[in-house]
Nanobody, 124 residues
């Protein structure tokens, strides 16, 4: 059973940056992609970004493309989300996820394992 724990959230102002971290334990062959989702109060969980565990393929939601990045880091047990030029619309609980879908993993159903989330609040 893969376990995911997010950290790095906080309260910032418009234009600031944050870097979220997702620590994974219990690696599995079922984990092909790592992704980030977010959910604001009263809204459905939405896809933010994803990256293959091996390789360089990435996917980004239109709302964050050019501002958010899942960087390539040496630690295979950790996935990051770099968030720049933050806007109030980015305020949400951010969730790390892992799943077996190789291509276009942009649906919540594409992921099997989930973290508990970390709060990101952006004030204007």
């Amino acid at each position: 059973q893969v376990q995911l724990v997010e950290s790095g959230g906080g309260s910032v102002q418009t234009g600031d940056s944050l870097k979220l971290s997702c620590a994974a334990s219990g690696p599995s062959n079922m984990v092909i992609v790592m992704g980030w989702f977010r959910q604001a109060p009263g809204k459905e969980r939405e896809f933010v970004a994803g990256r293959r565990w091996f390789g360089s393929s990435t996917w980004y939601a239109d709302s964050v493309r050019g501002r958010f990045t899942i960087p390539s880091d040496g630690n295979r047990n950790t996935v990051f989300l770099e968030m720049n030029s933050l806007k109030p619309e980015d305020t949400a609980v951010y969730y790390c996820a892992a799943g077996p879908k190789r291509d276009s993993p942009v649906r919540a159903e594409d992921y099997v394992y989930w973290g508990q989330g970390t709060q990101v609040t952006v004030s204007s």
